[in-house]
């Protein structure tokens, strides 16, 4: 919002309508993404992913994957 020079609800709204979610959301989506795809090349354990998108703690990253995808990070990894 600052680097827009809009207010936070402002740049929350127009991001809205732009991309059809919240930033949150979409940030949200983006990492998991990055994580499915390193968790698809197999040359990467579960404890070793959530630490190289950014996650601090495995629970939470766990938490954050199932909540996009629906079934844990190791799940996937094992059906793909």
């Known amino acids: 919002?600052?680097?827009?020079?809009?207010s936070l609800s402002t740049f929350k709204?127009?991001?809205a309508k732009i991309y059809g979610t919240s930033p949150?959301?979409?940030f949200l989506e983006k990492r998991?993404?990055?994580a499915a795809q390193l968790l698809k090349q197999g040359d990467y354990k579960v404890s070793e992913v959530y630490y190289e998108i950014g996650y601090e703690n495995l629970s939470s990253f766990i938490?954050?994957?199932?909540q996009v995808y629906g079934v844990t990070p190791k799940q996937?990894?094992?059906a793909n």
Do not use: E, P
Not at 63 to 66: A, D, E, G, L, R
């Open 63 to 66: 938490q954050s994957f199932k």
């Open 76 to 78: 996937y990894q094992l």
């Open 32 to 34: 998991m993404q990055k």
């Open 13 to 15: 709204r127009r991001f």
């Open 24 to 26: 949150n959301k979409w």
């Open 1 to 6: 919002a600052f680097l827009c020079h809009t």
